[in-house]
């Protein structure tokens, strides 16, 4: 069986919150194909918590306990 509808690129972000607007931690990708099982290139950065709140983000205070 083929699954070549699912290669491309799949990112992933991680926040401080479940709403828009809230503060990035990280933001990762990665570029694959699902048939031969392998990850060709990946990307992955932490973003400033602190720097996000300056500029104007929120957070969630249940997803930081």
Sequence with gaps: MSFSHL???MFD???LG???GCAILSIGACR???DQK???DEFYVTI???DS???GLTYD???LQ
Excluded: C, M, S, W
């Design 32 to 34: 694959f194909n699902i």
């Design 53 to 55: 709140l300056r500029h």
């Design 18 to 20: 479940k709403e828009p």
């Design 38 to 40: 392998r990850i060709y």
């Design 61 to 63: 205070k249940d997803t």
């Design 7 to 9: 290669n491309g690129v």
């Design 13 to 15: 972000i991680e926040t």
């Design 48 to 50: 400033d918590a602190q």
